[in-house]
């Protein structure tokens, strides 16, 4: 069974910064895909950006990109340069091979001026 | 671009009320899933099928029903609402291409259901 774990309720940033958003995941898996989803207001699910487990390079989808530490079993979401339209729910997620999606509980972001 | 249709999106019920949440997809997608979401518990879920004709219980499947007679459609059923399942539901698909057989894995949700149960 995989389980995914954000550490972070909600968070804050300003805009035009920088802001981590933390994941940890736990499987005994070699094979494996790990997926940033962004749910805002409206409540749709938007794919963020993903990592196949074999490949060491970390993502990168513009002003995202993740710091996959495969051996820590840690996949983190940083958001460049954030903007007002960044303000939404964000899950983290765990694809194995039993073809199951397993999220975390979600981090709710703030962008501020 | 239809992607994965939801209906309805918004739904009442009195507890026992019978009611199907329907589900759609456009893209030939075999796997197809049944999420829902409460608040601090990120998505669970329900049940899911790898193909027609076949479904399988997720994580909390107790009180809800599926059937899967066409690629397309993946209907969710509540048979007798309870309150316990006020939530927002979420409808997913993806190519069955699994982890083992590469590709790109993406899942695609509907807009979700929200449910009220009184």
């Known amino acids: 069974a995989q389980t995914v774990t954000q550490s972070q309720p909600e968070m804050s940033v300003q805009e035009a910064e920088t802001v981590t958003l933390s994941c940890t995941y736990d499987t005994s898996e070699n094979n494996y895909y790990l997926f940033w989803y962004k749910q805002p207001p409206s409540r749709q699910m938007i794919l963020v950006i993903r990592q196949e487990a074999y490949k060491q390079q970390n993502a990168t989808e513009n002003r995202f990109s993740v710091n996959f530490q495969k051996a820590a079993k840690s996949f983190s979401l940083k958001i460049s340069d954030s903007q007002l339209g960044d303000t939404a729910m964000y899950f983290c997620a765990s694809l194995g091979t039993a073809s199951k999606l397993t999220f975390g509980t979600g981090t709710r972001l703030q962008v501020t001026l | 671009n239809a992607g994965v249709t939801q209906t309805p999106k918004f739904q009442v019920l009195k507890t026992g009320q019978s009611m199907t949440l329907q589900c759609a997809q456009d893209?030939?997608?075999?796997?197809m899933s049944w999420y829902r979401q409460d608040p601090g518990m990120g998505l669970r879920l329900i049940h899911y099928?790898?193909?027609?004709?076949?479904?399988d219980q997720g994580e909390v499947p107790n009180g809800y029903n599926v059937s899967r007679s066409t690629t397309e459609d993946f209907p969710l059923r509540l048979l007798s609402a309870a309150p316990s399942q006020t939530s927002v539901y979420f409808c997913?698909?993806?190519?069955?291409?699994?982890?083992?057989?590469?590709?790109?894995?993406?899942?695609?949700f509907g807009a979700g259901t929200r449910l009220s149960v009184l």
């Open positions: 099928s790898v193909g027609a004709g076949i479904t």
């Open positions: 893209m030939n997608h075999e796997y």
């Open positions: 997913a698909s993806r190519p069955r291409t699994g982890v083992l057989a590469g590709g790109k894995n993406i899942q695609y």
